[in-house]
């Protein structure tokens, strides 16, 4: 399949980029599908939507079922498609995406969400992850690296481009700089084993990178992850890391 959106180099391999599968997927990670993954492509630039139909219609697990020209559009699109997997721009007009991604996961819970943008600006990868994207992904990759993040997001994983994970993590450490509030409530206490996987995951590692790691099985890794998760009341590991960071429950140097 020719690459449309250009080449992306990841270092240590050429598998798309990943940050690690979220509680909703991590039980049924693996499983075979057996109805295609139903996708919904936002986007303000028609040619650019028209793209990713004609390369995601070459995949037989994947169906595009909709698309949408702004944030408001897609809302709308959203709650009478009930997509899987909602590919969506970060800036557009009338509606923004981030602003749109809360919305979406009103009308449509179960929908998943991807931004994939132009916009490397830390505080949109920030702000995206706060609305609810389990993926961040730059317009720069390749059209195959898309099918893959489709599928993986799909299975449960959060998926961010490389470049911007780093910058995730320079956000996070300049918002514990900016600001010293304490917690007026103890926060979770997770244990030693918890936060050593908390930090790997702040890494961009996914389960299997995590599992070698540590010497623990991949399964062991996901009954972390979830134990985190349920402990924090939160639902993806970006936000985890996002919250201990803010929390100060572990620092990056």
Do not use: W
Request: charged fraction near 30%; hydrophobic fraction near 40%.
């Amino acid at each position: 399949m020719a690459d449309s959106f250009g080449p992306v180099h990841h270092p240590g391999g050429s598998d798309a980029p990943d940050c690690g599968a979220a509680s909703h997927g991590d039980s049924g990670e693996g499983a075979p599908r057996k109805e295609p993954i139903r996708v919904l492509v936002v986007d303000d630039h028609a040619l650019f939507r028209r793209g990713l139909e004609i390369v995601l219609a070459q995949e037989e697990d994947i169906q595009v079922v909709g698309e949408a020209g702004d944030g408001a559009e897609a809302v709308d699109k959203a709650a009478d498609l009930l997509p899987d997997i909602v590919l969506m721009d970060v800036r557009m007009p009338k509606r923004g995406g981030i602003e749109a991604c809360t919305s979406i996961k009103e009308v449509a819970p179960s929908a998943k969400i991807i931004m994939l943008t132009i916009s490397d600006e830390e505080a949109d990868l920030y702000d995206a992850i706060k609305a609810g994207a389990t993926g961040y992904l730059l317009k720069e990759i390749s059209t195959d690296e898309v099918a893959t993040a489709i599928r993986a997001v799909a299975d449960g994983q959060s998926q961010i481009s490389p470049s911007m994970a780093s910058k995730l993590l320079t956000e996070f450490k300049s918002m514990i700089q900016r600001t010293d509030d304490r917690r007026l409530v103890p926060a979770p206490r997770l244990t030693d084993r918890e936060l050593e996987v908390l930090k790997l995951v702040a890494t961009g590692m996914n389960n299997r990178d995590i599992a070698k790691e540590l010497f623990i099985s991949e399964n062991t890794v996901k009954n972390h992850v979830r134990n985190i998760l349920e402990k924090l009341q939160l639902h993806s590991r970006m936000e985890a890391v996002v919250y201990a960071m803010r929390e100060k429950i572990l620092e990056i140097r």
